[in-house]
């Protein structure tokens, strides 16, 4: 089965540069989650929609940020402009909105902002 | 509002020897409970959950955990760990009516294995 497929995973860009990292989420999920890794703020939920939808977007921490789902099979996250402070590992999770369906989690994008 | 502690952010134990990660949660009512463990470079894997019935639940990889509603604690267990068991582990948290929905991640603890 594939799994949660994120790109790029890798992404080095100067500060002031748009970022956009991609998610594909498992075929047949429903809801999709963005979240954010740092080392001093740990594992972040940025965003999350159901059926394509963002349901809270509470934790996007700021308008440079922006996060899209056109369909079902993919999902966008955007930072324009970028600034170092938002050089963390971006992960993309997906999962059923049925019940007891936990959520799988891509490999993530590590992005690094100079 | 619920959360989710882990006490211990670094932990080291001997191939071979039993392992315990602590995990303790705050919720009003009786929440869904996970283990995930994150090896270098790569995303989360769900390790095991709990939602209702037996209190103990086995995942992969050899390990176990035991929901204890009356201390608030969902503590993982294996009896043997091995050098690949070396990596961060996470337990989370959800509303006992959608696993799908916001989930609250602990802070996480990094496992080493001694040789």
């Known amino acids: 089965d594939a799994g949660v497929i994120q790109s790029p995973r890798h992404e080095v860009t100067e500060m002031g540069q748009e970022v956009t990292l991609r998610c594909k989420p498992i075929?047949?999920?429903?809801?999709l989650f963005w979240y954010r890794q740092t080392m001093m703020r740990g594992l972040e939920l940025l965003i999350y929609?159901?059926?394509?939808?963002?349901?809270?977007d509470s934790g996007m921490p700021e308008d440079r940020f922006s996060a899209k789902m056109p369909n079902a099979s993919f999902s966008t996250l955007k930072i324009q402009p970028s600034e170092p402070r938002d050089s963390a590992v971006y992960f993309c999770?997906?999962?059923?909105?049925?019940?007891?369906?936990?959520?799988?989690f891509g490999d993530g994008t590590r992005l690094s902002i100079l | 509002a619920q959360s989710v502690t882990q006490p211990d952010i670094h932990i080291t134990v001997s191939e071979g020897a039993s392992l315990e990660l602590r995990c303790n949660y705050s919720?009003?009512?009786?929440?869904?409970l996970f283990w995930y463990v994150q090896s270098p470079g790569q995303g989360l894997q769900l390790l095991l959950k709990?939602?209702?019935?037996?209190?103990l639940v086995q995942g992969i990889k050899g390990f176990e955990a035991e929901f204890k509603r009356s201390q608030s604690s969902f503590n993982l267990r294996k009896p043997s760990v091995h050098w690949s068991d070396a990596a961060e582990y996470f337990c989370?948290?959800?509303?006992?009516?959608?696993?799908?929905?916001?989930?609250?991640f602990g802070s996480g603890t990094r496992l080493s294995i001694r040789p």
């Open positions: 709990y939602f209702s019935g037996d209190t």
């Open positions: 919720y009003g009512a009786t929440p869904y």
């Open positions: 929609f159901n059926n394509n939808v963002p349901i809270d």
């Open positions: 999770a997906s999962s059923s909105r049925d019940n007891n369906q936990p959520q799988h």
């Open positions: 075929s047949g999920h429903n809801s």
């Open positions: 989370a948290v959800a509303p006992g009516y959608s696993s799908a929905s916001k989930i609250i």
